[in-house]
C-alpha cells in the first residue's frame, strides 16, 4: 500500500508486451537431442555466461539440481540479463527451459533467423520452470539465448537451463536420467472442497504428477500443488512424483489430509457481509493527519500502516509515531483502538508496504513472524494482520506463519491482503497461493487496483487501469479460481493524489460494485454470473479520504453497505 509512487511500476509496460507474445509449438524430440546449453546448471561458475552490469553470481543454495545456480541481481537502470552464445543446426526445432525462482525472471533466445521467442514469470517463491520452443531458419548455426529480470526488482535465481534438440557442435550436457522420488510432502492448507500440498525439489525434474488415493490428480512443474473438487470432511492420501524426458519416478512417501467441514471464506467473526476497508497512516506524507477516532464510521476495518522489520527475520515490530501525529500518545492509541472496537470494527496492523523488508523464507522466520505479530495484537489490542508484502513472498512459508499466528490467535482472527496486480494474475503466483493455502482463516483480499499499469483480464484480453472494465475483470480472475465472493475486494486510491496512477471516482467504483454482484452499470466486460457475497471495498488511505473531504467513504461505504 504505497504512500508513494512506486519505481517498479516501470515494468507494467514490459508486462503488456511479454503478454503479447505468441510461443511457438514444440516439435517432437528425437532419439539424438541433446541439450545444447554449456554450463546449463552453474556447476562451473559463470563459465560460458556473460551477465550484463557484472550483475549475476553462482550461489550453493537454493538450487534446483546440482550444486550450484545463478543470482542475478537487477539494479534500477540493469535488468541482470545473462547470455549465452549457443549453437545450433539450421532448419530444426528446439525446447527452451530453465528453472527459476525469486524476481521477476524472462527467458529467450535471439537471432533465430524465424520468430525469436520469450517466456517470463511474476515473483515464484518456489522453482517454476519456463517453457517455450523455436524453430531455427535455413542459415541459422547459433542462437543467444537469455535470462533476466526486470529493473530495480529482486534478484532471480535460474537453474538446469536447456535448449533442447538436435546437436548444434557446440558442447551438451549428459542426457537426463529418471529422478528420485520426492521427499519432503506436506500438507501446506485444507478447505471444505481442496488440498493444498508442497514437496521439496528434485534434481533433474521437469514436472511432478500429484496423486490422490492411486489415482493421477494434478501435474505441475513447481514444487506445490493444490488439489480441488474434494468432498467435505473426508480424508485422502497423497503422494507425488517427478518426472523428465527420461521417465517418472517412483511414488513418494504418503501424507493424509482431511478437508474442513463446511464451505466458504474464513476469518472474519463479527463483519457485516459487505465491509469497508481504509488504510490509517502512522506518518505524515502530506495527507490529513488523523488519530483513529477520527476515521469515520463507513470504515469496518481500518489497518494501521504499517509494523517495522526488526533485526530478527520475520519478526516485526510497531512504534507509533507520536511526533508526527501531533502529539497523538500509546494510550490514546489504544484507548481508540478498543472504542472502534466496540463500535463494532475491527484494527488491524498491516505488515509491508512500499517500503516493508519483512522476508519469511523458513521455518525459523515463519515462528518469528507469527509470536511477534501475536505479541502486537496482545499489546495494542489489534485484531488480526493485513498482509501487504510488495517484494515478493515465499508462500510455502507464509502459509506456516499465518496458521501459526491462527493457532494462537483464535477463530475471531482477522486476515487481510493487499497484493498487487502483477500478484493476482495466476493461481500459480506466489500470492494467489498463499490466499488458497489460508482459504478457511482469510477474511478479505483487497487487491491493488492502482499503480498497476495493463493488465489481463480473466477473458484473457488485457484492460488499462482506471477503469470498470480493469475492475471487474480483474476481480473475476479471483472470482473463477478458488477464492470465495467474501473474500474479494476492490482496493483504490481516495484521491488522485493518494497514487500515481489508478485513481477512478468513487462512482466507477461503485458501477464495479454493481457489475460484479448485480450485473448492471458494466462496462464492455460482463461476468458471466453475479456474485452477490462480494465482500467489499478498500482505499489508500483514511487520511487521503480526509483530504479529499471523505468523499470516498461517504459514497463508497454508503454504497457498499446497502449492496444485497
Known sequence: MSPHIRSARLWSAAVTAALALTLVGSGQASAADVNNVRNAGFESGLANWTCSANSGTTVGSPVHGGAAALKATPAGQDNARCTQTVAVKPNSTYSLSAWVQGGYAYLGVTGTGTTDVSTWTPDSPTWKQLTTSFTTGSATTSVTLYLNGWYGQAAYYADDVQVYGPDGGGGTDPAPT??????????????????????????????YTVYRDGAKAATVTGTSATVSGLAASTAYSFQVTASNAAGESARSAAVTATTAATGGGGGGTGLPKHAVTGYWQNFNNGATVQKLSDVPSAYDIIAVAFADATTTPGAVSFTLDSAGLGGYTVDQFKADIRAKQAAGKKVIVSVGGQNGTVSINDSASATNFANSVYALMQTYGFDG???????????TYMTQALRALAAKAGPSLILTMAPQTIDMQSPSAGYFQTALNVKDILTVVNMQYYNSGSMLGCDGKVYSQGTVDFLTALACIQLQNGLAPSQVGLGLPASTRAAGGGYVAPSVVNAALDCLTKLTDCGTFKPSKTYPDLRGAMTWSTNWDATAGNAWSTTVGAHVHALP
Open 385 to 395: 494482520v493485513d498482509i501487504d508484502l510488495e517484494n515478493g513472498l515465499n508462500a
Open 178 to 207: 529418471v529422478p528420485a522420488a520426492p521427499a519432503g510432502l506436506a500438507v501446506t492448507g485444507t478447505t471444505s472442497s481442496s488440498v493444498s500440498l508442497s514437496w521439496n525439489g528434485v534434481s533433474g525434474a521437469t514436472a
